[in-house]
């Protein structure tokens, strides 16, 4: 069986609407890229998210044309209240779908020590002070090419520079990559919670790619599983949602942060802050600083 894939460059405001219509005809998840990212990346050189690539991919079978007709049509009406582009369709051959995305996921250097390279990727120009993320995200979110992922990665790195974190919740872990990166930095510890079974398969098998997997507990779960442990971490990293980060911090997030602890929220399109550092000042938590890239926020919080 054959498979088509669906993309559609939008900006950072329209990405997450679109990425919710992909989702209901898309097979194992939606991907998410910056397009035209380059492979050299400083920190005054982050290039603004103007543009973000949004794909899936679904069974080109008897209901594909059904499909590919609701989804123009979901699409048409979305466009109706923002700029929506007419989405592309190729069709994938069988046994190059599961691959089809990765063409477009590249070693990627970021901040001042961060080199990030896709598992199956060859790289002749590490440095001795690089710090190495080695990933295959599989259909887990965390590929280091969105800017909320390299917002939060710039903030860990920073952080790090002058203070260290004994343990680190990353909620939402996705691939893994935020809590290997804090590992990588100088963590002592890491406990990754998500939801989905996938996202706790692919960040053990990343974080066993990265020598750390004797540091990370990995778990199918979210806040209430922290709740009724009563644990308290010195980090949070929390990359999901605006909206969500705002329910979590009024179910109690907060209290799983050590006094003297530090967050780093993402996710967050801009006109959304405001709203966010309200919650996140309700709960206890202060914030200190905004990191921006293109429509993109980072909250960096302290209790």
């Known amino acids: 069986m054959n498979w088509i894939e669906v993309s559609l460059e939008v900006d950072g405001e329209a990405a997450e609407a679109v990425a919710d219509v992909l989702h209901r005809y898309g097979h194992q998840g939606v991907a998410i890229e910056q397009a035209g990212f ?63 995305w990765k063409k477009h996921y ?22 001795a002070d690089d710090i190495m993320l080695v990933l295959d995200p599989g259909m887990a979110f965390g590929t280091g090419t969105h800017p909320t992922t390299q917002l939060c990665l710039l903030s860990i790195e920073d952080l790090f520079a002058d203070w260290s974190a004994g343990e680190v919740l990353d909620l939402g872990c996705g691939s893994g990559i935020l809590g290997i990166a804090a590992l990588k930095l100088g963590a002592g510890a890491v406990l990754g919670l998500d939801i989905d079974p996938l996202a706790v398969t692919n960040t053990q098998e990343n974080a066993a790619r990265n020598g750390v997997a004797d540091r990370i507990t990995v778990q199918q779960g979210s806040l209430e599983l922290l709740r009724e442990s009563g644990r308290q971490f010195d980090l949070l990293l929390v990359n999901i949602l605006a909206k969500v980060i705002i329910q979590l911090v009024g179910g109690g997030l907060a209290d799983t942060l050590r006094a003297g602890g530090k967050a780093i929220f993402s996710g967050i399109i801009e006109d959304q802050a405001d709203e966010v550092e309200a919650a996140l000042r309700t709960a206890g938590l202060t914030p200190v600083r905004r990191r921006i890239q293109g429509d993109w926020v980072v909250i960096e919080a302290r209790k």
């Open 106 to 127: 590249h070693p990627v250097r970021l901040g001042r020590r961060l080199y990030i390279r896709p598992a199956w990727a060859e790289v002749d120009d590490q440095r």
């Open 38 to 100: 380059p492979s050299e990346v400083w920190p005054d050189e982050i290039p603004p998210a103007d543009s973000l690539i949004v794909r899936a991919y679904f069974p080109d079978d008897d209901r594909a044309a059904a499909a590919q007709q609701q989804l123009r049509e979901a699409l048409y009406f979305m466009s109706r209240l923002y700029p929506i582009p007419e989405p592309v369709f190729n069709v994938v051959q069988e046994e190059d779908w599961a691959e089809a």
